[in-house]
């Protein structure tokens, strides 16, 4: 191998490096203070508490910041240190990537069964807004935690350091059919999911006029279009990551020179990082779809915060406009 080669190697591999320090480090900072941030508001506001949908994406705010922690901020140490804290502890090796992959589950199957309960409450059958109660939402974040825990268990099992300063998989088996698995669960089974709901819900609601009375108060369902707003902002930064597995499933046996493989390393940093500000970027999209979070932001260490007021499940009222004159049916107690 030649001197450039070797160079350009090296270059390479430290760009990579470089990414996941600063680009690393910027993700990780956004994403805790906005995933904070909405946990504190999502907490605090009465009205937020009566919706399934809320405790759902409370639930995903808590584990996308378990994937940055465990995930994201050993990288940004070893791209800062050039050693991986994870490389040092076989332990530790095999808790981050079994409650590092749990947490990453786990908020996309709560962002998911929030998009399920928004286009229940917008279809015109008021029966399938109770579909959804508080107490069947707190069943399912539960069964979803101890599912995916179960599932992502045998990570803690074959996940191991076989040489020092390793973490890796070094059952054969295992090691073909992770790939694949991680591909379906984290990539195909959540952004379908999501693009259903989201173009089923977007149907329902240009079918019907898209506000909703309480109190005597009109508003927009603002938790609806945040909803949709982070959906589509999942599907854009989880689209790269899901091509590049693809491309790296489908060529993992070809032969491949250290120059491509410092190439594709680069590509695959970039890919991992874009993967990662999906669970660090739910705070700020919200800001751009919904005044109303933006004005709560503002007030939420005040005493008197602006109160967000959706309908909760069950007493969704249906709305129907005849004419000039808008008529409520409240649904059935």
């Known amino acids: 191998m030649s001197t450039t080669a070797r160079n350009d190697i090296v270059q390479l591999l430290n760009t990579a490096e470089y990414l996941f320090g600063y680009v690393g480090l910027t993700i990780f900072v956004l994403g805790t203070f906005g995933n904070l941030t909405n946990v504190v508001l999502f907490t605090r506001l009465e009205s937020l508490k009566t919706l399934a949908s809320s405790l759902f994406l409370l639930a995903s705010f808590l584990g996308s910041q378990v994937v940055l922690t465990t995930g994201l901020l050993t990288r940004v140490i070893r791209g800062f240190s050039g050693v991986d804290p994870v490389y040092t ?17 786990v908020s996309l199957t709560c962002v998911c069964l929030a998009a399920a309960d928004r286009y229940f409450l917008s279809c015109h059958n008021v029966n399938r807004h109770r579909w959804i109660t508080m107490k069947r939402a707190r069943w399912a974040i539960l069964i979803s935690i101890c ?13 191991t350091s076989p040489t020092p300063l390793s973490c890796t998989i070094v059952d054969p088996f295992f090691s073909y059919f992770a790939p694949y698995f ?7 089974l959540p952004l379908s999911v999501l693009s259903v709901f989201c173009i089923l819900t977007w149907r329902n609601l240009g079918q019907q006029l898209a506000t909703y009375l309480r109190g005597g108060v009109r508003l927009y369902d603002q938790v609806t279009r945040m909803l949709i707003a982070q959906s589509i902002g999942i599907l854009l930064t989880s689209v790269p990551n899901m091509v590049w597995q693809i491309y790296a499933v489908s060529s993992s046996s070809l032969p491949k020179s250290a120059l491509r493989n410092a190439q594709e390393n680069l590509v695959n940093a970039i890919c991992v990082l874009i993967g990662f500000s999906t669970h660090a970027i739910t705070f700020y999209v ?8 933006r004005r709560n932001i503002k007030q939420i260490f005040t005493r008197n915060p602006i109160q967000i007021a959706p309908i909760a499940n069950g007493d969704l009222g249906k709305i129907q406009n005849n004419d000039k004159n808008i008529k409520v049916t409240p649904s059935a107690p």
Do not use: D, E, P, Q
């Open 182 to 188: 991680n591909l379906f669960h984290y990539s195909i």
């Open 89 to 105: 502890s076989v332990v530790l090796c095999k808790i981050r990537w079994m409650v590092r992959t749990v947490g990453g589950a």
């Open 147 to 159: 599912f995916w825990s179960g599932v992502f268990s045998t990570y803690a099992i074959y996940y």
């Open 286 to 293: 919200y800001l751009l779809a919904s005044s109303t979070f």
